[in-house]
C-alpha cells in the first residue's frame, strides 16, 4: 500500500486505507461548514451593525433564528406543474420513479444520489396521492406491481 499512515505489517491494509481516505473527507467537509459557518457569523455582525445604527436601543438577542426552509424544498406546486406535464407529454401511464427523476431533471438535481432520488420519490407519492383524493390522477397497478399514474379525463 503506498500510505505512509498505513503500516507495511497492517493485518487489513486495505480497510485502514479506506478508513483513513473516509476520515480524510469527513475532515474536509467538516472545514467547508466551519468556512461557511465564520462567513454566515461576519454576515450577521454586518447586519447587527446596521441594525444599531437605525435602532440603537434594539436587542439583537432577543431576535430569535428562522428555521432554515428544508433541503431540496420546491415552491408551491412546482413539483406538481412537472409532473402533469409529464403526465400530459406521456402516451403511457408514468409510474412515481419515472415522474421523480423528470422532477429532479426539471429543477437540476442529480438523479444520481440514491437518498435524494428516494426522497423525491416518497415526496412525490404524497403529492399525487394527494391528487388522486382530488380526482385530478388516477393510479393503476402495473404487472411488475409498481404503482403507475395518468392524468384523470
Not at 52 to 63: G, K, Q, S, Y
Not at 100 to 120: F, K
Not at 127 to 134: E, G, P, V
Request: glycine share 4%; net charge positive.
Amino acid at each position: 500500500m503506498a500510505n505512509e499512515l498505513v503500516p507495511a505489517d497492517a493485518d487489513h491494509p486495505l480497510v485502514i486505507h479506506g478508513l483513513i481516505r473516509k476520515r480524510a473527507e469527513i475532515a474536509g467537509q467538516i472545514e467547508q461548514h466551519r468556512r461557511e459557518v465564520r462567513r454566515l457569523l461576519d454576515q450577521l455582525e454586518h447586519v447587527d451593525a446596521t441594525l444599531r445604527i437605525f435602532a440603537p436601543d434594539l436587542d439583537v438577542c432577543r431576535i430569535r433564528a428562522k428555521a432554515a426552509p428544508a433541503r431540496h424544498r420546491a415552491g408551491k406546486g412546482q413539483v406538481l406543474a412537472v409532473a402533469f406535464d409529464a403526465l400530459r407529454e406521456a402516451n403511457r401511464p408514468l409510474t412515481t420513479a419515472e415522474l421523480a427523476m423528470r422532477v429532479m431533471a426539471a429543477r437540476g438535481l442529480s438523479a444520481d444520489n440514491p437518498d435524494l432520488a428516494r426522497l423525491m420519490v416518497n415526496r412525490l407519492r404524497a403529492c399525487l396521492q394527494s391528487q388522486r383524493d382530488r380526482g385530478l390522477v388516477r393510479s393503476e397497478r402495473q404487472e411488475s406491481g409498481l404503482l403507475a399514474w395518468r392524468l384523470a379525463t
